[in-house]
């Protein structure tokens, strides 16, 4: 089974839809009162970027989509750096390291094991 | 409710292994209404309510309102800075709201600090040697309370080696320094430039090269040869894997002929108490300005020369304290701001659509006289 790697560990196991995007920045992009970025639906998915950048209140933003209800349920990021980090904590959305390429999966939010949806 | 010490400890586990580190003073930016918004303002006030408060002698960036209201902004900024800053107080956070705590701080070489605000950060390594990452906004303020910090690379002696070597015959006043750092910045993107041969000349050229270098790439930290505290024991721990030789023209592609600035700020980072006695005396000579000259400093600096920033309002020019253009919405009723500040001129367009043209601090006063 793939394994993406885990950086901010969350717990049980998740069935859902992949949102691939490009490089983001939570302040400016992400709407937290709608959890949309460029009008792309994010909460309840796993949002896969390749980086984050932008703005060190970014991790504010997050939170705020946290707190609305509207974060995602993971972030997988191809380079993870002090940034994101601090915000998947704050936020308390499980962040893996990894490419995705399918567009739906079914993960382990504590290992980072998954496979596609069936 | 986020508890301070056990999300720095969890930030710990995936940057550093679960290592931390103690800190001596902590810096936090994140503060402007502006670039925080009401979810960053939410975040600080459910923080200061739950009872938190920080451990370490901690101080805050520029909010968006100055002290003494010269910066005209709407009452609802007013309210929701004022949020803000009534947040940090019932934390315990220094209310020098400044971009240049290290103008107060003494910090010495290798004491350990989580500071935000990437000037003061570059600032503070590249010129005392104190260790500090970059920290994310709320990360410095998390562990402000919690007293320590993920231990980085950059709190190890390993992370702080050099990987460019830089070769600079220049000799840089304020805008120079600040074009020097942008073209390091701009030609490395990141790691630790070693660099020989430049003579900055004076306090504001320091933080000007450590505003704009740290601006224009991720490099937080620069040695320079004959500068830096400790330098020989970092050139001796060197590992370099870029090499770079800048000349004059290279800078040149910074300053574009543009149309006529209708304001001069000065000021960014804020200016110390030298060269705004310096810049006062050439006004005074000069006369009034023809287009208004705005100062910004820090409130300590603008305490001790009050009746001297009263008398300078006379000639047009206007002196703030507490805050920048770059954070405030006041900014926006200008069309285009000169200004010899090269985090300016890549931050002023972002944030507030206004143009900016960069100058010598001299040339941008000769502006104010045209």
Redesign the interface.
């Known amino acids: 089974m793939p394994t993406l790697r885990p950086i901010v560990k969350g717990a049980g196991v998740v069935r859902t839809e992949v949102v691939r995007l490009g490089p983001i920045s939570f302040l400016g992009d992400l709407n937290p009162e709608s959890g949309e970025i460029s009008g792309v639906k994010i909460s309840g998915k796993i949002l896969a970027v390749p980086y984050v950048r932008g703005s060190t209140v970014g991790p504010y933003v997050l939170w705020h989509a946290a707190a609305r209800g509207n974060a995602p349920l993971a972030i997988v990021a191809k380079s993870v750096d002090l940034m994101l980090i601090t915000a998947s904590v704050l936020a308390n959305v499980p962040l893996f390291q990894g490419e995705l390429s399918e567009e739906c999966i079914e993960i382990d939010l504590s290992t980072g094991r998954y496979e596609r949806c069936r | 409710m986020?508890e301070a010490a056990e999300?720095v400890r969890?930030?710990a586990?995936?940057?550093s292994r679960g290592e931390v580190v103690e800190i001596e003073t902590a810096h936090v930016?994140?503060v402007s209404y502006l670039?925080?918004?009401?979810?960053?303002v939410?975040?600080i006030e459910e923080l200061a309510a739950s009872g938190a408060r920080v451990k370490v002698f901690t101080t805050s960036n520029p909010p968006g309102i100055d002290l003494h209201l010269l910066l005209d902004v709407s009452r609802e900024f007013v309210t929701g800075q004022r949020r803000v800053l009534d947040a940090f107080l019932k934390m315990g956070i220094s209310p020098i709201s400044t971009c240049a705590p290290y103008e107060f701080l003494r910090v010495k070489p290798g004491t350990v600090h989580a500071w935000?605000e990437s000037n003061a950060i570059t600032y503070i390594n590249t010129f005392r040697d104190a260790w500090s990452?970059?920290?994310?906004?709320?990360?410095a303020l998390l562990s402000a309370i919690a007293g320590f910090v993920?231990k980085?690379e950059m709190y190890t002696l390993e992370g702080r080696r050099p990987t460019a070597e830089v070769r600079a015959e220049v000799a840089a006043d304020p805008l120079k320094a600040g074009l020097i750092g942008a073209f390091i910045g701009e030609t490395l993107g990141s790691g630790i430039p070693y660099i020989s041969g430049l003579a900055l000349n004076g306090e504001e050229a320091r933080r000007e090269f450590a505003a704009a270098l740290s601006t224009y790439s991720s490099i937080i930290f620069a040695v320079l040869e004959g500068i830096t505290p400790n330098w020989r024991l970092y050139l001796a721990e060197a590992d370099f894997r870029d090499k770079i030789a800048i000349a004059e023209e290279d800078l040149s592609k910074y300053l574009k002929d543009m149309d006529n600035p209708d304001v001069i700020y000065l000021g960014c980072p804020h200016l110390d108490i030298d060269t705004l006695l310096k810049i006062s005396r050439i006004i005074f000579e000069r006369g009034r300005a023809k287009r208004p000259v705005y100062i910004s400093t820090s409130p300590g600096v603008y305490g001790a020369l009050k009746d001297l920033v009263n008398k300078l309002r006379e000639y047009n020019v206007y002196v703030f304290a507490g805050s920048c253009l770059v954070v405030s919405p006041y900014t926006r009723r200008f069309r285009a701001v000169a200004t010899d500040s090269m985090k300016s001129v890549y931050y002023i367009p972002r944030l507030h659509g206004v143009k900016t043209i960069p100058c010598e601090t001299i040339k941008c006063l000769d502006y104010a006289y045209a």
Do not use: C, H, M, Q
């Open positions: 986020i999300a969890k930030i586990d995936a940057v930016s994140g670039t925080l918004g009401e979810y960053g939410r975040f935000a990452d970059k920290n994310p906004g709320p990360l993920p980085t």
